[in-house]
Structures are given as C-alpha cells and as structure tokens.
C-alpha cells in the first residue's frame, strides 16, 4: 500500500508547488502576498479609525484628505513604472546580467524623476486648490508624493522578484509605525503627528526594500557600468508608457459611470448604489488580485525562457481567479441582504444593482491574469491598451444608452457588459501570442 503510494502519479497540488519559482511555493507566497496586502490597507484604516474615534472632526477631514491626495498623486506620477518594474524585474531572475541591472536602474530613475515632477507641479497650485481648508505641511505633502511614488515602483520590483515575504515584513513594519504615531497624535492631540507617521512609515519599507536591491543592482565592472543607457531607459517607457496609459483609461472608465449618475435626477441615491456595488465588486476581486500578483513574476520567467509551462501559468492562473470569484460571488448573491442592511440606509443599497456588481466581478476576475500574461509577453504591451482601450469605449456606450434610465443598475448592467467582451478578447490575443 505504501509503495502505491509512492509511485503514484503527483497530485495537482504538488505539481503547483514546483513552479514556485523564483520565490518558494504558490502557496507560501499567496500567504505572504495577502499578509501584504492586509497589513498595507489594513493600517490606514485602522489609523483612520483611530483618528475619527478619538479626535476631531476637522484632524479627521485633515488626515483623511491628505491619505487620499497622496494616493490620487501617486496614480499619475507612478506613471506605469510599478507594472515596468515587475516585469524588469521578474525577467531579472532569469538571468541579471550588467544590461539588465542597467534597466532596472533606469526603472529607479524614472520614478525619482516622475515624484520630482509631481511635486514641482503641485508648488505651482495654489492654496484654494491644493489644500483647500485643510491644514496641510508642504513640505511634508511633498515628501510624502515623493516617499509613496517610490515605494509604490519598490513594491513592483520586489513582487517581480517574488519576495512576497519581505513586503510583508515591510508591511507589517509600516504598521507599527503608523499605529504608534497615530497613537501619539491621539496622545497629544496634534494631526501633525498622524501625518508624519504615514511620511515615515513609508520611508521605513523603502529602506526596508533597498537592504534588498542596492546590492543586487550595484554595478559589477567599474563606474563606467553605472552611467544612463538611453536605448534601456527608452525599453522601460515603452512598457510604463502603455501602462500608464491603461491606467489612465480604467480610472475615466469608473469615474465617467459615475458621474453620468450624478447629473440625473436621483443622482445622489444613484451614485451612493453606484459606489456601495463597486466596493463589493472591488472585494470580490481582491483575492484574484492577490493570486495574479504570486503567478505574474512565474510567467514572465516562462515567457524569458519560452517555457512550455507559461500556458499552464496562464491557465491556472485564470483559472483559480474564476474559481476563488465564483464561490464569494455564491456567497455574496446568497447573503445580498444581510451584506446591505449593514450599511443601515435603504436608499443608498439597491440588492439588484449589488447583484450586477457581484456578476461582473465574477466574470471580470480571469481579466487581471489573462492581462498580466499578455504584458509578460507583448514587447511593449500595446495590446493590452488596445483591449483596454475596446473595455472602455463599450463600458461607455453602454452607458450612454443606458442613460435614458439613469440607473446605477444600468451603469453596471454595461459594466458587465464591457467584460463580457473583454474576456474572450484577450483569450484570442494570448492565442495570437502563443500563450494559450
């Protein structure tokens, strides 16, 4: 019998363990990838929490609107670079030669330089538009574009190199951080404090980050090594660049729905089930998200080296997105009441316009993976804008059609019918591509 055992076939688990490379097992890096994220979003909302239970309503307004501005800020001047750096970086597990630490160089730079950019742009603003009536630092605000933009193309980098687990040491570093200064802010009464807690934390994990990629990326033969390759910068804007682009058609995409609602007659109630749907269409999707970030760094490393097991990448991938999305959308649609009478207002839930949102994120959940497969592949990942770019102009009709209804149930209703389209889109682009 147990001979039997031995020699039997390997189970399919097994056989996802061995394509745990470059950063251990499937299984151990989803661990480590979720603590990150947990931890990451888990802090500003348990600082937020804090802050709104213990201070003002105005240190609240403050401290809220800053997260909020550095994070709207970051979105443009990341430029891309974060999925550039996966990618880059990923590609150097197979093999880091001077070449390759020149690019990821040239990834480093641009970030430094886009932060730089956006806080020149952010002097030139005046008062009334930057900052309004809340009490906000500068120079802290500043710092703070600068520390997040970096930290945020740091975090690309390391899940490209598979290092799940010290993003969640970082992480979890971070918190404390965050936690302790929020602490001492409710302590003496003073925002100020919660808000350099946050600049500080950030800076916390780039320096926890950099222990790791300063020694990889140091030159090997000389200063002469060291200097600026145009043509490899020029190779990273051509992935940031379409990046940065599909970022920028998702964001208008979301808010143009939701602002078509706004100018209706019921605009208010509308958007209110407009934006509670897209919170629990954003939950459903946040574990597909997690597995897509653990899989991306093995199929770009498949696609380096041409790999037969890229297509079973590609396919488990997708694959264990649908599966984990279908079964919390089961859950979602079955307890649809109870999940909305939380939020205590009848008239900002609609279970209908929840249950569009909860079908569109299961049908969009292979999207994420199937997208970063293409990226992996594609040279410069034009196709994926151009799907990108389909997604948003059918999402778009669809609602202005709708529109005549003014409904949050229409804008979701082509929401999903935008992803209806999008999924067998980039099924026949992977085809084309020979990843599937």
């Known amino acids: 019998m147990l001979k039997a055992e031995l020699t039997s076939p390997p189970s399919w688990f097994s056989r996802l363990g061995t394509l745990a490379r470059p950063g251990g097992k499937l299984s151990t890096d989803f661990v480590f990838a979720a603590a990150s994220q947990v931890l990451g979003r888990g802090s500003l909302i348990l600082a937020s929490i804090l802050v709104a239970n213990f201070m003002t309503v105005e240190s609240f307004s403050t401290f809220t609107y800053f997260n909020l501005t550095i994070a709207m800020i970051a979105t443009f001047s990341t430029l891309g670079l974060g999925v550039a750096a996966s990618r880059i970086f990923a590609e150097s597990t197979v093999g880091l030669d001077e070449n390759k630490r020149r690019e990821a160089r040239s990834v480093l730079f641009f970030a430094a330089l886009s932060a730089l950019v956006a806080v020149c742009a952010l002097h030139t603003m005046p008062d009334s538009w930057l900052v309004g009536n809340v009490r906000l630092s500068r120079p802290v605000l500043y710092a703070s574009v600068v520390a997040i933009t970096i930290n945020n193309v740091l975090l690309g980098a390391m899940s490209g190199r598979g290092e799940f687990g010290l993003m969640a040491l970082a992480a979890g570093a971070g918190l404390l951080v965050l936690l302790g200064g929020v602490g001492a802010a409710v302590h003496f009464g003073s925002v100020n404090l919660a808000i350099w807690s946050v600049l500080i934390s950030m800076t916390l994990q780039i320096g926890i980050f950099s222990t790791r990629l300063v020694p990889l990326l140091r030159a090997r033969d000389g200063a002469e090594s060291s200097k600026m390759d145009l043509r490899l910068a020029a190779g990273v804007m051509r992935i940031a660049?379409?990046?940065?682009?599909?970022?920028?058609?998702?964001?208008?995409?979301?808010?143009?729905?939701?602002?078509?609602?706004?100018?209706?007659?019921?605009?208010?109630?509308?958007?209110?089930?407009?934006?509670?749907?897209?919170?629990?269409?954003?939950?459903?999707?946040?574990?597909?998200?997690?597995?897509?970030?653990?899989?991306?760094?093995?199929?770009?490393?498949?696609?380096?080296?041409?790999?037969?097991?890229?297509?079973?990448?590609?396919?488990?991938?997708?694959?264990?997105?649908?599966?984990?999305?279908?079964?919390?959308?089961?859950?979602?649609?079955?307890?649809?009441?109870?999940?909305?009478?939380?939020?205590?207002?009848?008239?900002?839930?609609?279970v209908q316009v929840f249950r569009l949102f909860v079908l569109a994120a299961i049908v969009a959940s292979p999207v994420n993976g199937l997208g970063n497969a293409i990226i992996a592949r594609d040279p410069g990942p034009r196709r994926w804008l151009l799907l990108q770019v389909g997604w948003g102009l059918v999402a778009v009709l669809g609602a202005l059609h709708f529109s005549a209804t003014g409904t949050a149930a229409s804008m979701a209703g082509a929401l999903l019918l935008a992803y209806v389209c999008l999924v067998p889109s980039s099924l026949l682009v992977l085809k084309q591509l020979k990843l599937l």
């Open 241 to 350: 660049g379409p990046m940065f682009l599909t970022s920028l058609v998702v964001g208008t995409v979301f808010w143009f729905l939701g602002r078509a609602l706004m100018g209706g007659e019921n605009g208010v109630a509308e958007f209110s089930k407009y934006a509670v749907g897209l919170q629990w269409f954003s939950f459903i999707l946040l574990v597909p998200s997690i597995t897509t970030r653990v899989f991306f760094p093995r199929i770009v490393q498949a696609s380096v080296q041409n790999s037969d097991e890229r297509r079973k990448l590609v396919l488990m991938n997708a694959g264990a997105n649908f599966l984990v999305a279908a079964v919390l959308g089961a859950i979602a649609m079955a307890l649809g009441d109870v999940f909305l009478s939380l939020y205590g207002n009848d008239d900002v839930t609609d």
